[in-house]
């Protein structure tokens, strides 16, 4: 089974289409059981020498749910330009599951999640789009990110193994900048009969240097801020006294059912210079 992400929720949407600036507080999992929601309570890291009560852009969402990824980009309108290349046909992921049956308590699922490349037309997304992974997700035709043993309850599937996977960020209708995250929770949530994932999460941290090399403008700097999210440790421990190294991050979705076609190349790099230095 392979399903083809249709919808994404970067922190700026509600899962009903809703625009809710604090969408971002509900997407993801409390990944290094610290709740920080309240801001005399942080403990979990110390960030570039700001106290942790200082933090108030770094809070945890719902629960300590932990997306300071989300936060950034809410009031950008990010849900939108990346759902806008995933209906082009432009990029999307591809979620495959092997043996599934969708039975509650069913474990030892393998599968694997591929960066879709270019589709060359709009996708119909109605179960019959043939759509290939990139060379990079899949060299010899083999995922990169796989798992062996993701299980289900009720009528969600989860896999914890660990999975590393490039996200490429849409800006106005085109790839603006490609993260490694390590992904730490997957859940996907199954409509009746396996037959799409009603909402789907990725939940993980991206590593501050892969973070701030992602925003590197044509000048060889930094994009403004972007150390001022990095939140969380990246062994997912709690400590104080230790600098942050990594950003939480968690992305929302939707996925209908597709096929794997063959590998491709994916999107090229974005040229940060191509507007003159702007």
């Not at 990029?91 to 039975?103: E, I």
């Not at 994009?223 to 990246?234: E, R, V, W």
Request: aromatic share 10%; with cysteine.
């Amino acid at each position: 089974m392979v399903y083809a992400v249709n919808r994404f929720f970067l922190g700026d949407v509600d899962p009903d289409g809703t625009v809710d600036p604090g969408a971002w507080k509900s997407i993801g999992f409390d990944l290094d059981g610290v709740n920080t929601s309240d801001p005399t309570a942080q403990t979990n890291c110390e960030l570039f020498g700001i106290p942790p009560s200082d933090r108030q852009q770094l809070l945890d969402g719902v629960g300590g749910i932990d997306n300071a990824f989300g936060q950034l980009l809410a009031a950008k309108g990010a849900s939108d330009w990346q759902t806008a290349l995933a209906a082009s046909g432009t990029w999307t992921l591809l979620f495959q599951l092997m043996g599934n049956d969708g039975t509650d308590g069913e474990v030892g699922v393998p599968g694997a999640v591929y960066v879709g490349a270019p589709l060359g037309a709009p996708p119909k997304f109605d179960g019959s789009d043939v759509w290939p992974p990139t060379t990079d997700s899949a060299p010899s035709g083999s995922a990169v990110a796989q798992w062996g043993a993701g299980y289900m309850v009720d009528s969600s599937f989860y896999v914890t193994e660990g999975l590393t996977l490039f996200f490429d960020l849409a800006g106005a209708n085109r790839r603006q900048a490609r993260f490694p995250i390590r992904v730490d929770v997957l859940e996907l949530q199954f409509a009746a009969g396996l037959g799409g994932v009603s909402y789907g999460v990725l939940s993980g941290i991206i590593d501050d240097s892969d973070f701030a090399a992602a925003w590197t403008t044509c000048q060889g700097g930094t994009g403004p801020g972007a150390q001022s999210y990095t939140d969380i440790l990246t062994d997912r421990m709690s400590d104080s006294t230790t600098r942050c190294s990594g950003v939480s991050v968690a992305i929302g979705f939707t996925a209908v059912p597709a096929a794997l076609g063959s590998p491709k190349p994916g999107l090229p790099a974005p040229n940060q210079c191509s507007d003159g230095g702007g």
